[in-house]
């Protein structure tokens, strides 16, 4: 089991907002970075640090965190935004990478 | 932009060693962390290691006893090898430029983030007699 925890599976209806979250103790020292995948592709960085977006991902998509839990939101989920989402982080040792077990996301 | 492709042998047999190699195009390597990830069919991501620029590796404890990651600076390579495979170390392959930030929150605590920018497309390695 993953030290970063995400619930494996979440609706929204198409333009509604989505919130994905990731809960671990190592939250608490460091921000969670999030990736999105959709079949057969590559993984791509949508978020990291506090809230920050690589160039090329919209402004729909947007990070927080609180306590233990760094969340992903979506404002105005769209049709292509449906895939795999992944967090990850540092582990609570410190000394470690991990990821989440990720969140499929599906828009209705 | 910096370009991975990691390349390999496609069938491993079990007990055998798993090599995989990642060509870094247009950049230094020695100026970035690299990691390693893995994706089992059906399966969520799985990082496995990195090394840093310093040529200093970190891993996942579960693996730590079978896996090494290095970098050939001469040739901007980084390169995997798992020892002793068995079927459950079939997945897909990444290697990934890996990098760290850190900024002050609005509570003033400062925090690091680790993130993964450019990934390779990937090498699907088959476990199997």
């Known amino acids: 089991s993953s030290e970063l925890t995400q619930d494996p599976a979440v609706s929204v209806a198409l333009g509604q907002t989505v919130r994905i979250t990731c809960q671990g103790d190592?939250?608490?020292?460091?921000?969670a970075t999030w990736y999105q995948q959709k079949p057969g592709q590559v993984p791509v960085l949508v978020m990291y640090?506090?809230?920050n977006r690589p160039s090329g991902i919209p402004d729909r998509f947007s990070g927080s965190s609180s306590g233990d839990t760094g969340s992903l939101t979506i404002t105005g989920a769209q049709a292509e935004d449906e895939a795999d989402y992944y967090c990850?982080?540092?582990?609570?040792?410190?000394?470690?990478?991990?990821f989440g077990g990720g969140t499929k996301l599906t828009v209705l | 932009q910096v370009q991975l492709q990691e390349s390999g042998p496609g069938l491993v047999k079990p007990s055998e060693t798993l090599s995989l190699t990642c060509s870094v195009s247009?950049?230094?390597?020695?100026?970035?962390?690299w990691s390693w990830i893995r994706q089992p069919p059906g399966k969520g991501l799985e990082w496995l290691g990195y090394?840093?620029?310093?040529?200093?590796?970190s891993y996942t404890p579960s693996l730590k006893s079978r896996v090494t990651i290095s970098v050939e600076t001469s040739k901007n390579q980084l390169s995997l090898k798992l020892t002793s495979v068995t079927a459950a170390d079939s997945a897909v392959y990444y290697c990934?430029?890996?990098?760290?930030?850190?900024?002050?929150?609005?509570?003033?605590?400062?925090?690091?983030?680790?993130?993964?920018?450019?990934w390779g497309k990937g090498a699907t390695v088959t476990v199997s007699s």
């Open positions: 990934a430029r890996h990098l760290i930030g850190g900024s002050t929150s609005t509570t003033g605590a400062y925090y690091y983030y680790y993130y993964m920018d450019v």
């Open positions: 247009d950049g230094a390597i020695s100026d970035y962390y």
């Open positions: 090394i840093d620029y310093s040529g200093s590796t």
């Open positions: 190592s939250l608490r020292n460091y921000y």
């Open positions: 640090g506090y809230n």
């Open positions: 990850h982080c540092r582990d609570s040792s410190g000394n470690h990478l991990v």
